[in-house]
């Protein structure tokens, strides 16, 4: 294994070769746009709009998070309604649920995407309608690391309870479900643009609409919801979440490589699926073979046999993390114990820091919402899965800039730590 010095990350912003970007944000500049509104974001939006199809109309904001929140305060979702959330997720998908004075009803995942179980789905929205008299406000689910979601099943069951349904396809750019764009089958579709994504506006997100009237009231919403007189005037509660038309004008230019990264993750994934299939013990994850599903494969995941021993295992958790794994930034609460109650397992953990040190960033897989402290009291219909999956899974890197050299590098890695 070779002395590397230059790290591989999971994946890096990645700029067009002939520095479209920088044109964009530099005509901002010039032109003195550098609010949340202007020519860079209409352009962008209309890109989108292309870009995803199916006569959508999108919203330009300024990150993910906040179109799952206007999402869900357009399905009316407010103080004291449920909503049934993919639990295997990050908290960016039921954060939103609790801003609005709702209550997260976590539903599990089946095993050949990940992503929520629709059987799961339709026991959950019974059972709450026989406890609580009424039934949930919206549906989430979440394309997990670009997977599309059975996306079929989960419409036959929101359309019998007439429930609308929110795709948080943030991690799931460009993936598709028999031929069709995720985020375009519900209601609404929620996209991310943050700086790791398949396509980067430094920080930004978008929400998908159906139609214009719907387009309106989020721009209503997105803006303060201020109406149409010559001061300021406020009906309702709005909020500040326009995208800025300088991040607009870097999504710009990154609209003319999105096909490319896309292309790239699929490379990468299939490479992985390669290298290691004769590795006793470690699995990667690949989408059904069925036809219908496309994915992004955003990042790249593997499991790891509980039985397969690394290297360094006997010191896994011995040691109190300083900083947050993962690429978050600003992280000064310090844990009170290197251990919870729900972690991967000692191998996955020796793994992890084995990589580290052999200058590879991996991680591990979103810790199940339902088994977040924060979410100890929500009510969630499990089945296993998604803790699971939790205890033996693993994110490699799959970005623009991870070549396939890497690639081999890292399944070397990955072999050498393997007693």
């Known amino acids: ?25 530099k005509e901002a500049f010039d032109t003195n746009w550098v609010v949340p509104l202007g020519p860079n974001v209409n352009g962008f ?27 869900l ?13 993919q639990s295997f997720t990050f908290c960016a998908s039921s954060h939103p649920i609790t801003y609005l004075g709702a209550t997260p009803v976590f539903i599990d995942s089946e095993r050949e995407t990940w992503n929520m179980d629709p059987e799961l789905l339709e026991e959950a929205i019974k059972d709450r309608i026989a406890k609580t008299g009424k039934k949930p406000k919206a549906i989430v689910p979440v394309a997990l690391y670009g997977m599309p ?27 598709k479900f028999n031929g069709q764009i995720l985020g375009t089958f519900g209601k609404f579709g929620v996209l991310s643009f943050n700086g790791n994504k398949m396509i980067t506006t430094s920080g930004g997100g978008a929400l998908i609409t159906e139609n214009e009237d719907e387009w309106r009231e989020i721009m209503m919403y997105a ?8 001061y300021y005037q406020h009906e309702k509660i709005g909020y500040n979440y326009r995208m800025s038309n300088i991040c607009a004008g870097i999504g710009r230019g990154q609209m003319t490589v999105v096909n490319d990264h896309i292309a790239h993750h699929k490379h990468v994934q299939a490479l992985y699926e390669e290298l290691l299939k004769d590795v006793k013990g470690v699995t990667v994850h690949s989408q059904p073979a069925t036809g219908g599903y496309d994915s992004n494969y955003w990042l790249c995941t593997i499991t790891l046999d509980p039985s397969v021993k690394i290297k360094g295992q006997e010191n896994a958790y011995n040691t109190i993390v300083t900083g947050a794994v993962g690429g978050a930034a600003g992280v000064i609460h310090a844990a009170e114990s290197a251990t919870t109650d729900c972690q991967p397992n000692e191998n996955v953990e020796a793994l992890r820091v084995f990589l580290d040190q052999a200058q590879v960033e991996a991680r591990p897989v979103w810790k199940p919402m339902h088994k977040q402290p924060v979410y100890k009291n929500t009510p969630a219909y499990v089945n296993g899965v998604s803790e699971d999956i939790f ?26 730590a393997i007693v």
Do not use: W
């Open 1 to 25: 294994m070779e002395n590397r010095k230059n790290r591989i990350y999971l994946c890096l912003a990645h700029m067009s070769e002939d520095g479209v970007e920088q044109r964009y944000v």
């Open 391 to 416: 205890k033996i899974g693993m994110c490699l890197p799959a970005g623009p800039y991870v070549t396939d050299d890497d690639v081999k590098y890292i399944v070397d890695c990955i072999k050498t």
């Open 45 to 71: 939006e209309k890109d989108l709009e292309e870009f995803v199809g199916q006569k959508k109309r999108v919203v330009a904001l300024s990150a993910g998070t906040a179109a799952v929140h206007l999402a």
């Open 149 to 175: 979601y059975k996306i079929d099943r989960i419409m036959e069951i929101a359309n019998k309870y007439e429930i609308p349904v929110v795709e948080d396809a943030a991690e799931g750019f460009g993936s």
């Open 223 to 230: 803006t303060q919801y201020r109406e149409s007189y010559p």
């Open 73 to 85: 305060l357009a399905c009316g979702v407010g103080s004291g309604d449920e909503v049934c959330v």
